[in-house]
């Protein structure tokens, strides 16, 4: 887990250029500033492009987790009887749980079948619900990836748009996620 973030790190992990200006501007290293002043700036893409390129494995899995999580109530409430979001969370709290072979390969099959549950819903109108069933389904494959979990954050605050009918929302749903990211990293839950 990384809280000190320099130019040259930026550039290793091939920050856009536009990022990296922003960052510039603020003259601050701290991350858990960083992320402060982002989002009293609204620059929430790059707050959450930076929080998951600074977690380690599991923190990445959690992040991505509360962020699924806090949308599944919108498929569950439209299709209450289709536990097959719900179980690819579940599949991916056994991982947090235990790292195992046995429990990814378990998270990779339920992954499919939220992706199924997305697929059904394509050309539906309740977009929250099928991008609630995506979030789950991404949650359950992300291995390793910090793009897939910035993505995750990001489809949960669209799926509160579609859910609200609010642009404002997007914009508080990633500001609970971002902030929820700062205290997993602290060590505070």
Known sequence: MRTKITFKWLEDVDACEDGVEYYKTLGETDLFRLIERGIEDSELDYCNWLIARCMDHKQALRYALYAAESVLHMY?????????????????????????????????????????????????????????????????????????????????????YYYTGSLSCIDDQMTRILRHGIKMIKGEI
């Open 76 to 160: 569950e409430d439209a299709y209450p009887d289709d536990n097959r979001p719900r179980m690819a969370i579940e599949a991916v709290k056994a991982v947090i749980k235990r790292d195992s072979k046995k429990n990814r390969e378990s998270a990779d099959v339920e992954s499919c079948k939220a992706y199924d549950a997305f697929y059904s819903l394509c050309g539906r109108i309740n977009n929250a619900a099928s991008l609630a069933a995506y979030v789950a389904g991404s949650v359950a494959g992300v291995g390793y990836d910090q793009t897939s979990v910035e993505a995750i954050a990001k489809g949960s605050a669209n799926a509160f």
